[in-house]
């Protein structure tokens, strides 16, 4: 159980575009996801908290009408890089947690890399 | 900032205990103590978590000092595919359940 999945595992882009990344609890309801990224030899630094049915809360530094987030539903979140530049390439993690549950489980993780 | 501290790198034999010690000195008496490993190129792996008592599971130990101040992930028989970075981290039971991460530590199990 605790499965957390992610689309794409790998996507390159060109400078200027946007691109969607998906997260998606596959057994249970996530009440919470939260959004990741992290660059080469570095540690996952915390981008954004999602909530289903609200905003999302970004932290300090993250623009959020760079990196859009949508938690419509229970089993899915997706981020949403627009515009995206060569130093948006990174490696973007999500994690989930259900209602009441102490864990976060991660997903595989999306390599975006933008030429 | 992260709220813990771990030793940059450590080796291990295969075949031994790991032991990998983690200082949070500034816990909270709300706050749970978790373990993540992070493969390379994969997300973080959940491995154990605790609030003050010591935890067993199928992965590994965790032992939590009396004053909470630090604590140590035991795995029991290291094997190569141990090989990690492993992620010490302090979070409150609260709706927001945010996870700061520190450098962790980079364990490599040795043949």
């Known amino acids: 159980g605790a499965v957390v999945s992610q689309h794409p595992s790998r996507v390159i882009c060109k400078s200027g575009t946007s691109v969607k990344i998906e997260c998606r609890s596959l057994d249970f309801q996530a009440t919470t996801m939260f959004w990741y990224r992290q660059f080469p030899k570095q540690s996952l630094m915390l981008m954004a908290t999602?909530?289903?049915?609200?905003?999302?809360?970004?932290e300090q530094g993250v623009e959020k009408d760079k990196f859009l987030i949508n938690h419509a539903s229970l089993t899915l979140s997706t981020l949403t890089v627009t515009s995206a530049h060569p130093e948006d390439s990174s490696f973007y993690i999500c994690s989930a947690r259900a209602g009441g549950e102490e864990t976060q489980y991660f997903g595989p993780g999306t390599r975006l890399l933008v030429l | 900032d992260a709220k813990t501290t771990q030793p940059t790198s450590m080796d291990c034999a295969e075949g031994r205990a790991a032991n990998l010690p983690c200082n949070h000195s500034?816990?909270?008496?709300?706050?749970?103590v978790y373990w993540y490993r992070q493969i390379h190129s994969q997300g973080p792996q959940y491995i154990i978590h605790g609030l003050k008592n010591n935890e067993t599971n199928e992965m590994a130990s965790l032992i939590i000092t009396e004053d909470r101040k630090s604590s140590t992930l035991i795995l029991p028989h290291a094997t190569l595919r141990d090989t990690a970075v492993y992620y010490c981290?302090?979070?409150?039971?609260?709706?927001?359940?945010?996870?700061?991460f520190g450098t962790g530590t980079r364990l490599k199990v040795l043949a």
């Open positions: 981290i302090v979070s409150p039971y609260s709706r927001t359940y945010k996870y700061i």
């Open positions: 999602s909530n289903e049915g609200s905003k999302a809360t970004y």
């Open positions: 500034t816990i909270s008496g709300n706050e749970y």
